[in-house]
C-alpha cells in the first residue's frame, strides 16, 4: 500500500534528538526519500544509516543554514542524489532564552532569527526552482508561542511570529509557482527534550516529574500534552497531496490548549 509520501524526496532540517528524528523516521514510512540537514555530522549520518537499513532512502547532508554558501552546497547535493526535491521541512530552531526581553540579551536575539527565521528564508529560496518544477510543499515549524504573551517567551515569540509572517508572505509569492507554504505551531512536545526539562523542574520544586506534566497539561482540553507522532502526523498531512488546496495556513497542534 502506497505512503503518504510514496516517491516523494523530502529536505528536513534542524534535524535534531528529538521532533527532527521522528519526522524523519515518519517521512520514511510514508515512502519518501530524504535529505537530513543539521550542523552536527554524526547526528545525521547515524540516522541516516538507521534509515537506509531499514529497507528506505536518507542522504546526511551536514550543513549551517545560516551559511548561503553551505545552503547553496546542500541543494546541489539533494538534487544530485535524487534529482528532484518534492517538500521542505523547515524544523531547524534555537533554544529560547527562557527569560523576559530584560533578561536576554541581544547577540542571543540576534541569532535566533538569523537561525529560526532567516535561515528558513534561505533555504526556501535556494529551493524554489526545484520546488517550483515539482509542484511542492513547504511546511514551516511555528510554536504555541504565537497564541499567548508569556514574558519568559518573548524572545522566543519574536522569532516563530516572524517565521509565521514570512510564511504567509511566501506562500502569496510561492503559490503561483504551484508551492504550498503552510505552519504547524505545536504545543509542549512531550519527547526526551521535554522530559529533561521538565526533570529539572521537578527538581527545582521538589515535586514529580508527574506533577509538572499535570500542571502544564491541565489547560488543554484533552490533559495531555501532544507527542511527537502528534507533530508528525500533522506535517506528514500537509506535505502530502491530501493537503492539495491548502496553502498561507497555520495548524495549530496542541491538544486544545490554545484556539486560533
Same mark, same amino acid.
Given at each position: 500500500? /502506497?505512503?503518504?509520501?510514496?516517491?516523494?524526496?523530502?529536505?528536513?532540517?534542524?534535524?535534531?534528538?528529538? +521532533?527532527?528524528?521522528?519526522?524523519?523516521?515518519? #517521512?520514511?514510512?510514508?515512502?519518501?526519500?530524504?535529505?537530513?540537514?543539521?550542523?552536527?555530522?554524526?547526528?545525521? $549520518? $547515524?540516522?541516516?544509516?538507521? @534509515?537506509? /537499513?531499514?529497507?528506505?532512502?536518507?542522504?546526511?547532508?551536514?550543513?549551517?543554514?545560516?551559511? $548561503?554558501?553551505?545552503?547553496?552546497?546542500?541543494?546541489?547535493?539533494?538534487?544530485? /542524489?535524487?534529482?528532484?526535491?518534492?517538500?521542505? @521541512?523547515?524544523?531547524?530552531?534555537?533554544?529560547?532564552?527562557?527569560?523576559?526581553?530584560?533578561?536576554?540579551?541581544?547577540?542571543?536575539?540576534?541569532?535566533?532569527?538569523?537561525?529560526?527565521?532567516?535561515?528558513? +528564508?534561505?533555504?526556501?529560496?535556494?529551493?524554489?526552482?526545484?520546488?517550483?518544477?515539482?509542484?511542492?510543499?513547504?511546511?514551516?515549524? =511555528?510554536?504555541?508561542?504565537?497564541?499567548?504573551?508569556?514574558?519568559?517567551?518573548?524572545?522566543?515569540?519574536?522569532?516563530?511570529?516572524?517565521? &509565521?509572517?514570512?510564511?504567509?508572505?511566501?506562500?502569496?509569492?510561492?503559490?503561483?509557482?504551484?508551492?504550498?507554504?503552510?505552519?504547524?505551531?505545536?504545543?509542549? @512536545?512531550?519527547?526526551?527534550?521535554?522530559?529533561?526539562?521538565?526533570?529539572?523542574?521537578?527538581?527545582?520544586?521538589? #515535586?514529580?516529574?508527574?506533577?509538572?506534566?499535570?500542571?502544564?497539561?491541565?489547560?488543554?482540553? &484533552?490533559?495531555? &500534552?501532544?507527542?511527537?507522532?502528534?507533530?508528525?502526523?500533522?506535517?506528514?498531512? +500537509? &506535505?502530502?497531496?491530501?493537503?492539495?488546496? @491548502?496553502?498561507?495556513?497555520?495548524?495549530?497542534?496542541? #491538544?486544545?490548549?490554545?484556539? =486560533?
Amino acid at each position: 500500500m /502506497a505512503g503518504l509520501l510514496n516517491d516523494a524526496v523530502v529536505v528536513i532540517t534542524g534535524v535534531g534528538p528529538g +521532533l527532527g528524528t521522528t519526522l524523519a523516521r515518519r #517521512c520514511a514510512d510514508e515512502g519518501a526519500s530524504l535529505v537530513l540537514v543539521a550542523r552536527t555530522a554524526a547526528r545525521v $549520518e $547515524e540516522l541516516a544509516s538507521d @534509515i537506509n /537499513a531499514a529497507g528506505g532512502r536518507a542522504l546526511a547532508v551536514p550543513t549551517d543554514i545560516t551559511v $548561503e554558501a553551505e545552503v547553496a552546497e546542500l541543494v546541489e547535493t539533494a538534487l544530485a /542524489a535524487y534529482g528532484k526535491v518534492d517538500g521542505l @521541512i523547515n524544523n531547524a530552531f534555537m533554544y529560547p532564552s527562557m527569560k523576559p526581553f530584560s533578561g536576554t540579551d541581544f547577540a542571543h536575539i540576534r541569532d535566533s532569527l538569523e537561525l529560526t527565521v532567516l535561515g528558513a +528564508l534561505r533555504t526556501t529560496q535556494a529551493f524554489t526552482p526545484a520546488l517550483a518544477q515539482a509542484r511542492g510543499s513547504i511546511v514551516n515549524l =511555528s510554536s504555541m508561542v504565537i497564541r499567548h504573551s508569556d514574558p519568559t517567551y518573548g524572545p522566543y515569540k519574536l522569532a516563530k511570529s516572524a517565521l &509565521l509572517a514570512m510564511s504567509q508572505s511566501l506562500a502569496s509569492e510561492l503559490g503561483p509557482a504551484g508551492i504550498r507554504v503552510n505552519s504547524v505551531a505545536p504545543g509542549y @512536545i512531550w519527547g526526551q527534550v521535554l522530559q529533561d526539562y521538565f526533570a529539572e523542574q521537578a527538581r527545582a520544586a521538589g #515535586c514529580s516529574i508527574e506533577d509538572i506534566y499535570d500542571a502544564a497539561a491541565a489547560g488543554s482540553d &484533552l490533559k495531555r &500534552l501532544v507527542t511527537e507522532d502528534d507533530v508528525a502526523s500533522a506535517i506528514l498531512f +500537509l &506535505l502530502s497531496s491530501m493537503a492539495g488546496g @491548502i496553502t498561507g495556513q497555520t495548524l495549530d497542534v496542541n #491538544c486544545g490548549e490554545y484556539k =486560533s
